[in-house]
């Protein structure tokens, strides 16, 4: 069973600043979405400027957190939040949901879109393949902050890591258990054996849909295919890792033994499978890109 290095929190300190490997690794999803696009736009393949893209990534950071912090107060711990509002604002303590951050950015490709006269699946196509990468810097940043690690599972399988930061629901959970190679784990390594769900989702969300969204967006495709295919392989891919990954303590898992994360990413899955479908008889996204850049020589 490997163990997780447990890394101090900690990025950077410089007297009474401090930056947090969390915060460092939304930086790097930003920049790697700004240098993503600026090469599709020397390579032809986006309908953006450098300066429109410039506009939508500042719209995109302040949606995004701002709706990954949202999403996670109501979907995730309204009742805590409600009762402690002045925690809301804490983001430095931890607290940010995908699917809230997915909203932010839904409005902000509708707010960015209708500003410049595009249609919101022409940005949500030349968007997709500019996030994935961004996405797998988080979830390193869940790997390194040690959080959102995975289930139980086999002490002899390779893939089993133990997570420090997981050692008061380990204590609580072997209690329960009766499998004895599981209690022995413990009895050696002080922690049981889990998941490294963070690593699953960096390779599924980050890399894997990386390659399939540059993959399809590198060739002429109906207009909303590709932001539709991206945002159906991400609910797939999340909707399964969420079978490995251990549900937030005061939720548990819900009805149909699903996790919160799983009932999330179901509808977006079913929406975007049915935007994937309608778009089939969509004008080909070459056009506006030949247009628009003939308009702009």
Known sequence: MYIHPNFNPIAVSIGPLSIHW??????????LFSALGRYRIKKFLSIFNKEQLDDLLTLGILCIILGGRLGYVFF????????HPIDIFKIWQGGMSFHGGFIGSLIAIFIF????????????DNVAPLIPLGLASGRMGNFING??????TNPD?????????????????VQLLNDINIQQAFLQYGMLPRHPSQLYELLLEG??????????????????QIGALSILCYGIFRFLVEFTRQPDSHLGLLSLNMSMGQWLSLPMTIIALI???MARNNDHISQPFNSIKENKA
Request: glycine share 6%; hydrophobic share 55%; proline share 4%.
């Open 22 to 31: 969390y915060a460092l690794s939304y930086i790097v999803g930003f920049i």
């Open 76 to 83: 995730y711990n309204a009742p805590y939040f409600m009762a």
């Open 113 to 124: 879109a209708r500003k410049h006269k595009f249609t919101f699946a022409q940005v949500a």
């Open 147 to 152: 959080e959102l690690w995975g289930r139980i």
């Open 157 to 173: 399988a390779f893939w089993a890591m133990g997570f420090p930061q997981a050692k008061a629901a380990d204590q609580q959970a």
């Open 207 to 224: 890399i894997v849909l990386f390659i399939i969204s540059w993959w399809f967006s590198s060739k002429s495709r109906p207009t909303g």
């Open 275 to 277: 935007w994937f479908i």
